[in-house]
């Protein structure tokens, strides 16, 4: 080899002092796209908490035709939205780079709140407003898919049980901050103020949406100006950029695409939807099941779901540190079997037991024919509390105490982000980086990542 030949762009023959200077600064700005792709998840999880215990209080408000069964829809609504926005931006970051995806997503999101807090201003069908303003937060959601991917993308094998507990902490925290800052501003209270230039109203149910569209924009600038491409192998290396090919490696790719365990791809995303239905099912539930059960207004219920799902994050935080400690000991499918054990116990507290019953809504008799309390209630300022007199479950089934469940929380809390990091872990570790030396192959493990996506969305 000729001198000429030599040159510092050879990695071997690279001077010490120059490559570990280009190693340090490359690392840097790996972690600090890492942290921004955290960030994105902390805003999605608080995207969808902010808003959720006041879901169905601010449905009854705007439209009193709105039943519990529409609430499901409304819920189903947003991770329809993902559902239908994850392949489509899992591909389009096949072939772009993430920021593009990402800016586009969050554009859509901070639109899509902005609606939501508008939903009140027309005359009629208020429901199918809210219905649909969430469907477009969820579908702006679906970027969840490219953050995942990126991450486990830009950390080598080591470091990716470490970065997928701090993503699921991160999102923990959304959980934490969503709820908390729902229960803040629950204290405008329902009137609130009117903005008149831009006809808003600005109160405990539209100010949560207008945060999330703020922390929305801040989020842009820094995918915009902070976010850089990376992707490294299971050692840590880097490895070329998308749509690079090399004739060299198709032996390896090859082997690469034989060596995927499909039975454990298929396995991981069964589990990822039990977990991820055992969240939806209880933050849907938790708002109308306290009102009906416990009788309380709603003012009442978005101040204290958002107080009790506050705590269960703080706890959640606990628990990814514990998790982190315990997979290194135990390995990460035994946490995974106690997190879903605790689970089980969770809901199995939950039961109704006794033979006290809830409180029933008043209602009317008006010519041999019931008015309900909350039409009852419309010339009064009382605001009807219980269970609805329509709802004949509540009869007979006994009634859910106070401490049955605030247990139930506690333990949900400990087994839910055991099992959301584990189980993503488990599948990141199967699956590996995206390999992008070949495109192909790039598709083919982002594809699966983002059916894992789906089988999040498709619980509800």
């Keep these: 080899m000729s001198p ?16 570990d200077d280009f190693q340090d600064e490359d690392y840097k700005t790996r972690w600090r796209s890492i942290r921004v792709m955290y960030f994105n998840m902390f805003l999605s999880s608080v995207g969808f908490t902010i808003v959720i215990t006041s879901l169905w209080p601010y449905l009854q408000k705007v439209d009193a035709s709105a039943s519990a069964s529409f609430l499901g829809w409304v819920v189903a609504a947003y991770s329809l939205g993902q559902m239908l926005a994850s392949p489509i931006f899992g591909l389009w970051s096949n072939y772009r780079p993430s920021r593009e995806p990402l800016v586009c997503s969050i554009i859509i999101n901070l639109s899509a709140n902005i609606y939501y807090a508008y939903a009140y201003l027309p005359t009629t069908h208020n429901k199918f407003h809210i219905l649909v303003s969430r469907a477009f937060v969820g579908f702006g959601a679906g970027n969840v898919a490219v ?28 959980f934490i901050l969503g709820p908390a800052l729902q229960a803040g501003l629950s204290f405008i ?48 290396r880097h490895i070329e950029a998308i749509n690079y090919t090399s004739e060299d490696r198709d032996d390896v790719i090859e082997e690469r695409e034989e060596s995927l365990d499909q039975v454990a791809v298929v396995t991981s995303n069964v589990l990822f939807f039990i977990v991820m239905f055992i969240f939806a099912v209880f933050e849907t539930i938790a708002t109308p099941l306290s009102m009906d059960m416990f009788a309380w207004t709603r003012k009442e219920a978005v101040l204290y779901n958002g107080l009790i ?3 269960i994050g703080f706890e959640s935080i606990l628990v990814f540190l514990v998790v982190k400690a315990a997979s290194q000991r135990v390995g990460d499918r035994p946490v995974l079997l106690a997190g879903l054990a605790v689970i089980f116990c969770g809901f199995f507290i939950l039961l109704p037991w006794g033979n006290q019953y809830p409180k029933i809504q008043w209602a009317d008799l008006r010519n041999n024919s019931l008015v309900s309390g909350m039409s009852a209630a419309s010339n009064s300022s009382v605001e009807p509390t219980g269970c609805p007199y329509e709802q004949t479950w509540c009869q007979y089934t006994p009634a859910i105490h106070l401490a049955q469940y605030i247990s139930s929380d506690i333990l949900i809390g400990v087994g839910y982000p055991a099992c959301n990091v584990m189980s993503y872990t488990l599948y990141s570790k199967i699956l590996g980086p995206r390999p992008q030396e070949d495109d192909s192959v790039t598709r083919h493990d982002s594809h699966w990542r983002d059916y894992n996506t789906l089988c999040c969305c498709c619980c509800l």
């Design 189 to 236: 209270g329902e009137q609130g103020v009117v903005v008149q230039g831009i006809d808003l109203q600005l109160n405990m149910y539209t100010a949560p949406a207008l945060l999330a569209t703020a922390f929305g924009f801040i989020n842009i600038l820094l995918v915009v100006l902070v976010l850089r491409e990376h992707h490294v192998d299971d050692h840590g």
């Design 147 to 174: 953050v995942r991917s990126y991450v486990a993308g830009a950390t080598s094998l080591k470091e990716r049980t470490g970065a997928m507990a701090n993503m699921s902490a991160c999102q923990a925290l959304g």
């Design 4 to 19: 000429s030949d030599c040159d510092d762009t050879t990695p071997v023959l690279r001077d010490d002092a120059s490559s």
């Design 309 to 311: 799902i506050c705590g």
